[in-house]
């Protein structure tokens, strides 16, 4: 399912039309995003948690030479799976 896809599925389902789905769409992606680079943990009770998760600096090895290379600090979204939304998608 592409995000097209997706918003005519939100659309169908709620009741909006479909520009109306795609802006709460955007909005809850926008929301994720802003509170995420705050660094505000986001949980959605029956759904699941995004957080940001911080690698630090370290050194790692280049494949082809063998060199020894500096990966530097940095953060990911990450995404923690609700046990109630695990459970409703293994059939």
Excluded: H, W, Y
């Amino acid at each position: 399912m592409n995000k097209k896809e997706l918003i005519e599925e939100i659309a169908e389902k709620s009741g909006l039309k479909k520009v109306e789905a795609e802006r709460a769409l955007a909005a809850f992606e926008e929301a994720i995003v802003t509170n995420l680079k705050k660094g505000e943990r986001i949980a959605i009770v029956g759904f699941g948690t995004f957080t940001v998760k911080e690698s630090k600096e370290r050194t790692g090895r280049n494949p082809k030479t063998g060199e020894s290379v500096l990966i530097s600090a940095k953060k990911a979204p990450k995404f923690l799976a609700a046990k109630q939304f695990k459970e409703s998608v293994d059939c």
